[in-house]
């Protein structure tokens, strides 16, 4: 008997400790990244455990010694608005017998501070620390990206331990999504350089639809127009709010969340004035009218609060105004039937936002999944709607002027005198129009950075330098490629603003160098090309040393700091068997000697009849 119930209080005590570890093991591999079987880019959705910090003081060590981890609800990856920070742990396992570098991405722009730990599992070892700050410069971010990334090395058969804290601030409470996006380092750079490049051509879209109805204003003096303008203008900087380009590459140095809410108050207020002027709502709708001012006054209280340092008080109003947006829908049907020329197509373009406005929220909330589609719906509901908006003005603009043609036949006989004014306003816009396309051909001559004639120009007074050589009995003509030596770190180091200083001194100095019979222009990049005539060879090498120590010899003041910086050049002298083409191919050879010799020199290409460069 005695040893039948010792059997069986065995038994059982093998069975609590069989269920426990396999429970114990189980938690550990819902929480463990398998990298050898991961999709690059997929986000950890619920593989991983946290613990929310109402204290605001726990640290690693702290949080390491922690047993009772919270888990998520299945598929959930955000658990709503909240100030509390909160530490987030899982695993990177990577059985293959090679290291891996990944990129620890978080999917979105918007969080105050994520300070990210890793070390190798089962030992004991110092963690290594990365922080990321949304308000300091973007060049102090581990990752340089618009989002929030990280860099983790796991070697080959190991797993790395991850733990970060997540912090969105005290300020107001905002979204939290607790997951992450997991990239190999290669696949994270690419896909971001496409993201990137959508984001910045959806942004110069928005931007050219508002600069075509600012012209569209000056042409008729209409406030819609205006109007118009500044809502596109402000939605486009919304948009690169929202996606983190405004603080990565416009605002780089400095960016707070209370600047977005300042551009939904700026653009929410735009967006009512266009509304109200484009459905003419005093006129067809006063009680909406009054309605709509009221609404005016509420969002510019939100504006002077947010500058008063409330900003949580300022998205609650933008929170219960943008509820409003939906109902633009049916006024604009109701303007429609009140014969509102394109109030029909208005209602039309503006379900569209509404729609990705609403999914967007939802994504917020938590409500839908996470992923790039639905981060990306607010930013194409927006560009169709700008598009389809500009299409209604550019409807509204030639209805104007078909409008204006059929008075001035109906009434040509009693207007004579009008005619003739409206006539030299005709002239005056057309006048304006020629203006602006001499001044548009001069720009795309020119580049906008150094002032200086870009590539088509070069190429085009290139070519005509050759063909008047050709006509000359003794023709003397030497090409210059010259190239700002180690140009990258000076980006990497002082920043981008400061890459576009040194670009513009660098071409007023070589500007200043040379005859004003010489052409010097930017080709690209750190890139500039010098062509010049009716000078000898060995003059055209004094000269071209002197180019060289111009640069070398002079400062480049940035920001309370002195930067020198240096030139590579290759020469190339034409010979009348040359096209253009050569000339440069044989400046570039020499130009790359020049560079693999050392920079900061000059390296002559040899003529017809001398040895080639090696």
């Not at 709503?80 to 620890?104: A, D, H, R």
């Not at 300070?115 to 963690?127: I, N, P, S, V």
């Not at 990206?145 to 005290?170: H, I, K, M, N, T």
């Not at 006129?283 to 509420?298: C, I």
Request: glycine content about 4%.
């Amino acid at each position: 008997m005695w040893q039948r119930r010792i059997n069986h209080f065995l038994s059982l005590v093998f069975s609590v400790l069989f269920i426990t570890f396999s429970v114990s093991g189980l938690a550990s591999a819902e929480t463990t990244i398998d990298l050898s079987q991961w999709e690059s880019g997929r986000s950890t959705v619920d593989k991983f455990r946290f613990i929310d910090d109402p204290s605001y003081q726990l640290t690693i060590d702290d949080v390491v010694a922690i047993t009772d981890w919270q888990r998520p609800e299945k598929g959930e990856v955000n658990r709503g608005f909240s100030t509390l920070p909160t530490w987030i742990s899982f695993q990177l396992s990577n059985p293959e017998p090679v290291s891996k570098k990944v990129i620890v991405e978080y999917v979105e722009p918007s969080v105050e501070t994520i300070d990210f730990y890793f070390r190798l599992k089962g030992g004991d070892g110092t963690f290594t620390h990365q922080r990321f700050v949304y308000t300091e410069p973007t060049d102090s971010r581990p990752v340089s990206f618009y989002r929030p990334a990280f860099s983790v090395d796991v070697p080959p058969d190991s797993e790395v331990e991850v733990y970060y804290r997540l912090f969105q601030g005290r300020e107001f409470p905002m979204h939290k999504f607790d997951s992450m996006r997991i990239w190999e380092e290669s696949d994270f750079y690419h896909s971001t350089h496409v993201e990137l490049s959508l984001l910045v051509i959806l942004l110069c879209v928005e931007i050219a639809m508002g600069l075509s109805t600012l012209l569209a204003y000056f042409a008729t003096k209409d406030r819609l127009y205006l109007y118009y303008t500044a809502f596109a203008f402000s939605a486009a900087s919304l948009f690169a709010a929202f996606s983190g380009v405004w603080s990565y590459l416009i605002a780089s140095q400095h960016y707070e969340l209370w600047m977005v809410v300042l551009q939904i108050n700026i653009c929410q207020l735009v967006a009512i004035l266009f509304v109200r002027h484009f459905l003419n709502v005093p006129e067809h709708s006063p009680r909406v009218d009054k309605v709509m001012l009221a609404v005016v006054t509420v969002v510019a209280v939100g504006v002077v609060l947010n500058l008063l340092g409330k900003p949580y008080l300022s998205r609650i109003i933008i929170d219960f105004t943008a509820i409003g947006a939906f109902f633009l829908i049916p006024l604009g049907i109701y303007a429609h039937k009140k014969k509102v020329p394109h109030a029909l197509l208005f209602s039309g373009s503006w379900v569209f936002f509404a729609i990705g406005m609403a999914l967007a929220s939802a994504r917020l909330r938590g409500y839908i999944a996470d992923s790039a589609f639905a981060e990306w719906l607010i930013y194409f509901g927006g560009l169709i709607e700008v598009i389809l908006l500009t299409t209604v003005m550019i409807l509204r603009f030639r209805h104007m002027q078909r409008e204006k043609q059929r008075i001035e036949e109906k009434h040509w006989k009693y207007l004579e005198n009008a005619a003739h004014v409206l006539e030299e306003r005709v002239k005056a816009q057309t006048k304006q129009l020629y203006e602006a396309k001499a001044l548009a051909e001069k720009e795309a001559r020119t580049d906008l950075l150094t002032g200086l004639p870009n590539r088509r120009s070069f190429f085009e007074g290139a070519q005509q330098f050759i063909e008047r050589a050709k006509r000359n009995a003794s023709p003397s003509v030497h090409l210059l490629m010259i190239d700002i030596d180690h140009f990258k770190k000076v980006n990497d180091t002082y920043s981008h603003a400061c890459g576009d200083a040194v670009l513009r001194h660098v071409g007023k100095v070589l500007n200043q160098s040379l005859r004003k019979t010489d052409l010097l222009s930017r080709l690209g990049g750190e890139e500039f090309a010098v062509i010049m005539e009716n000078k000898p060879g060995e003059a055209a090498q004094t000269m071209t040393e002197r180019l060289l120590s111009a640069v070398e010899d002079s400062d480049i003041e940035f920001e309370d700091q002195f930067i020198r910086v240096t030139i590579s050049v290759g020469m190339a002298t034409w010979h009348p068997t040359q096209n253009l083409d050569q000339l440069l191919q044989n400046a570039d050879h020499a130009l790359y000697q020049a560079k693999r010799e050392g920079r900061n020199r000059v390296v002559y290409a040899p003529r017809e009849n001398e040895v080639p460069l090696p």
